[in-house]
Nanobody, 119 residues
């Protein structure tokens, strides 16, 4: 079982920046694709960005050129650098990771971290 611990959320003014971190811990053989999703009130959870172990990334159109996802494979950590934040980026951000136990491929979610963009 993998536990994902997120940090870095908070309140920021429009145009500001935040950096989210998520570290995977627990028992696993290897971590696969890691990603960030978000869920705003009254809306479905949506993909923000994800990154493979080889560093291949993809982003939601709404965050391209503003957000950057990266990872440290040695630390089993994924980051989301968010720049030029807009009020519509306000949501709970969830970390997600695929992992291999040695006998099964599974997925895990973090507890979520609140990001609020407001003046």
């Amino acid at each position: 079982q993998v536990q994902l611990v997120e940090s870095g959320g908070g309140l920021v003014q429009p145009g500001g920046s935040l950096r989210l971190s998520c570290q995977a811990g627990g028992r696993f053989l290897r971590i696969g694709t890691m990603g960030w999703y978000r869920q705003a009130p009254g809306k479905q959870r949506e993909l923000v960005a994800r990154i493979t172990p080889a560093g291949i990334t993809n982003y939601a159109d709404s965050v391209k050129d503003r957000f950057t996802i990266s990872r440290d494979n040695a630390e089993n950590t994924v980051y989301l650098q968010m720049n030029s934040l807009k009020p519509e980026d306000t949501a709970v951000y969830y970390c997600n990771a695929d992992y291999y136990t040695g006998s099964a491929y599974l997925g895990s979610w973090g507890q979520g971290t609140q990001v609020t963009v407001s003046s």
